[in-house]
C-alpha cells in the first residue's frame, strides 16, 4: 500500500485487522503523532496506558512492547521502532489544553489531537468519551526524579518508523499532532500505510 499523507494538525481513523501493521513514518523530523484504538467489536474495551505500563513495569514503549486494553487483552504488538522516543503518559491535546496551559493562545480555536480523533472516529462509532490517553509516536517526554513533566523537541528525524502489529481487529485513530511545543515549535505532517 502506498503511503498516506496527514497533513499538519490533522487526523483520520480506520479498521486494522488482527495480523495487520500500521506503520507510522515521520516524513520531516521532530514530529509527534498520536495513536488510540479500540476493540472492532468491543468499543468500551480501549487502548490503556495504565495497563501498558503496569505489565511492562515501564513507561517506555519500544520494540517489543505490547500494548493492553482497559481489560487486559493485547491490542497491539510493536514490532519496529528506529526513533526509540515515545511518550505514553499525556492525554491527546484538547482545546481545554490550550486554554488552561498556552494562554498565548487567549482562548481562541486552536486545532486540536483530541478534536481529530473524536471526529475521525465519530463515524466509526466510537464515542469521544472512550478517547483517552494515546499513544503519543515520536513525542519526548521525559519525568524528573519529583515527578515533574518536561517535552523537549522530538528526537525523530525524517524518515523514522514505528510499526505496529495489530493482536485484534481494531478501530484506529491517528493524527499529526497539533501541539506546537510537541514539534519543536512546527507542526508538519506524519506518513502511513497499512500492510498487510
Known sequence: MELTRLAPQTGTAFPLRAGQQLVVIDPTGEQVSDFFCVLADDHDEWLSSGRTIDYANSIAVTTGSVLYS??????????EDT????????TPCSQQTFDLLYP????????SCFENLATNMGPLGVDPDRIS??????????????????????TSVAG?????????????????????????????????????
Open 70 to 79: 482497559n481489560r487486559s487483552t493485547p491490542m497491539a504488538t510493536v514490532v
Open 83 to 90: 526513533c526509540g522516543q515515545h511518550d505514553f503518559l499525556l
Open 104 to 111: 498565548e493562545f487567549g482562548g481562541a480555536y486552536h486545532p
Open 133 to 154: 490517553t494515546t499513544l503519543n509516536i515520536f513525542m519526548n517526554v521525559w519525568v524528573e526524579r519529583n515527578g515533574e513533566l518536561h517535552i523537549d523537541p522530538p
Open 160 to 196: 523514522d518508523r514505528f510499526v505496529l502489529r495489530a493482536d485484534a481487529d481494531l478501530l484506529v485513530g491517528l493524527t499529526a499532532c497539533s501541539a506546537e511545543k510537541s514539534n519543536n515549535g512546527v507542526c508538519k505532517p506524519i506518513d502511513y500505510r497499512i500492510v498487510d
